[in-house]
């Protein structure tokens, strides 16, 4: 059974820092590419953070230049580091990840969602 469980998260001032981590464990075989998403009460879940195998990374507009994404494949472990936070990035920050499990011969992919972790930014 694989499970991704995000930590980090927290209350921090506008202008301030924090370093989100998603931990996947399980019969993992491999992960694939990871997606980071914030939840905002009463707006749609928006993609803030994609993570490739190869550790490129894409991120929106509203992030670029404030958030930075890695992993870390030895551990399992995929991370999300938000600097110049303001209050617009309040939110739940879920990661998404399409993960490899393997029982014997056999190979299956799927994706997973992690429980979030709140993040909350005052000014």
């Known amino acids: 059974q694989v499970q991704l469980v995000e930590s980090g998260g927290g209350l921090v001032q506008a202008g301030g820092s924090l370093r989100l981590s998603c931990a996947a464990s399980g019969n993992i075989f491999s992960i694939g590419e990871v997606n980071w998403y914030r939840q905002a009460p009463g707006k749609q879940r928006e993609l803030v953070a994609t993570?490739?195998?190869?550790?490129?990374?894409k991120y929106p507009d509203t992030v670029k230049g404030r958030f930075t994404g890695s992993r870390d494949n030895a551990k399992n472990t995929m991370y999300l580091q938000m600097n110049s936070l303001t209050p617009d990035d309040t939110g739940v920050y879920l990661c998404y990840a399409r993960i490899i499990t393997r029982e014997g011969p056999k190979f299956t992919e799927r994706y997973y969602w992690g429980q979030g972790t709140q993040v909350t930014v005052f000014s």
């Open positions: 993570i490739n195998t190869d550790s490129s990374t």
